[in-house]
């Protein structure tokens, strides 16, 4: 883990009566483009509000950017930007002047906020919409708009709540484009929350998973995707029960499914190996069907109920 994180929180825990929406929360996040994901109520955004201190917590320890928030959480917030899930418009406001309030909002000077609001929306593909009111905006503009006020003060840390809520492909596929290029061209760190494991594959770096309120899963894209082994599901006839103790006797663990196909461990990067192991021994399937992605299969153990920490 990298030795100064930007996000670190221990035992961090929220309650809302005798719901437990974040329970215990450990977690060391390096610099870079982080995936925050579970499904919608998982406490995503809980954990945002907590470590924001926009929600107050029950018990645990929080440090952004290397400070504790309970000491430091003002002078830490100012270098943080915040892209809710919610619409966070004023009604009346044109795109430029919103942005550039929020810039004051921060703390920067007039003039300043006003040319740093104007170089924002030119990131974000803001052309002479940015002199409509804002509260005429389509979806796709006001997320662009979201995350130009987030980025207005330079802050060297970005949450971006459920960007991509309520876009089409075409919306979707901008916003995660530009969300890229936050980290990689201005290397502002950024936490990505959503419920879309295809926003956080894109994109991110470092995934964390959440369900039920605690941590399932944390590691980078990279090792996630490593942890099971490759499997494939053989359609076939006839010879189930001798194909499955070749494939016992070959070292590749298998059982037969409930739709009468077998799985099977067969632990290699692709299936051309176990094409020819079937080959081979004369063996002629139907169908050979790759496994799933490794990471969307660790997602959907990790929402079973009763799923525990990876």
Same mark, same amino acid.
């Given at each position: 883990?990298?030795? #100064?994180?930007?996000?670190?929180?221990?035992?961090?825990?929220?309650?809302?009566?005798?719901?437990?929406?974040?329970?215990?929360?450990?977690?060391?996040?390096?610099?870079?483009?982080?995936?925050?994901?579970?499904?919608?109520?998982?406490?995503?955004?809980?954990?945002?509000?907590? %470590?924001?201190?926009?929600?107050?917590?029950?018990?645990? +320890?929080?440090?952004?950017?290397? =400070?504790?928030?309970?000491?430091?959480?003002?002078?830490?917030?100012?270098?943080?930007?915040?892209?809710?899930? =919610?619409? @966070?418009?004023?009604?009346?406001?044109?795109? @430029?002047?919103?942005?550039?309030? @929020?810039?004051?909002?921060?703390?920067?000077?007039?003039?300043?906020?006003?040319?740093?609001?104007?170089?924002?929306?030119?990131?974000?593909?803001?052309?002479?919409?940015?002199?409509?009111?804002?509260? +005429?905006?389509?979806?796709?503009? *006001?997320?662009?708009? *979201?995350?130009?006020?987030?980025?207005?003060?330079?802050?060297?840390?970005?949450?971006?709540?459920?960007?991509?809520?309520?876009?089409?492909?075409?919306?979707?596929?901008?916003?995660?484009?530009?969300?890229?290029?936050?980290? *990689?061209?201005?290397?502002?760190?950024?936490?990505?929350?959503?419920?879309?494991?295809?926003? %956080?594959?894109?994109? @991110?770096?470092?995934?964390?998973?959440?369900?039920?309120?605690?941590?399932?899963?944390?590691?980078?894209?990279?090792?996630?995707? =490593?942890?099971?082994?490759?499997?494939?599901?053989?359609?076939?006839?006839?010879? *189930?029960?001798?194909?499955?103790?070749?494939?016992? #006797?070959?070292?590749?663990? /298998?059982?037969?499914?409930?739709?009468?196909?077998?799985?099977?461990?067969?632990?290699?990067?692709?299936? /051309?190996?176990?094409?020819?192991?079937?080959?081979? /021994?004369?063996?002629?399937?139907?169908?050979?069907?790759?496994?799933?992605?490794?990471? #969307?299969?660790?997602?959907?153990?990790?929402?079973?109920?009763?799923? =525990?920490?990876?």
């Amino acid at each position: 883990m990298a030795d #100064n994180p930007v996000i670190e929180t221990k035992g961090l825990r929220k309650q809302y009566g005798s719901q437990t929406v974040l329970d215990g929360i450990d977690l060391e996040l390096p610099k870079g483009s982080i995936g925050l994901l579970g499904p919608n109520g998982a406490g995503k955004s809980t954990f945002i509000k907590c %470590v924001l201190q926009l929600h107050g917590k029950d018990d645990g +320890t929080v440090s952004l950017l290397g =400070q504790d928030i309970d000491r430091h959480g003002r002078e830490t917030r100012k270098r943080i930007g915040y892209a809710p899930e =919610q619409d @966070c418009h004023i009604p009346g406001m044109l795109g @430029c002047e919103y942005v550039t309030y @929020c810039g004051e909002l921060s703390g920067m000077p007039f003039e300043a906020a006003r040319q740093r609001a104007h170089e924002m929306l030119d990131f974000v593909g803001m052309g002479q919409e940015r002199y409509r009111k804002v509260d +005429t905006y389509s979806t796709g503009m *006001k997320q662009r708009v *979201k995350i130009a006020q987030a980025l207005v003060h330079d802050p060297d840390l970005v949450f971006l709540d459920e960007p991509t809520n309520g876009l089409d492909p075409k919306g979707q596929a901008m916003i995660l484009e530009l969300i890229e290029r936050i980290w *990689k061209e201005s290397e502002i760190s950024v936490v990505l929350s959503s419920h879309l494991l295809h926003d %956080v594959d894109r994109i @991110c770096e470092r995934i964390v998973i959440i369900a039920q309120g605690s941590v399932v899963a944390h590691d980078t894209l990279a090792a996630l995707k =490593q942890r099971r082994k490759a499997e494939a599901e053989i359609v076939i006839g006839q010879g *189930k029960e001798a194909l499955m103790a070749a494939l016992a #006797n070959k070292g590749w663990p /298998n059982r037969l499914l409930s739709n009468g196909n077998v799985k099977v461990e067969h632990g290699e990067s692709s299936l /051309n190996p176990l094409i020819a192991f079937m080959r081979d /021994n004369d063996f002629s399937p139907l169908e050979i069907k790759e496994s799933p992605d490794a990471l #969307n299969e660790l997602y959907l153990q990790a929402l079973k109920p009763g799923s =525990q920490p990876a």
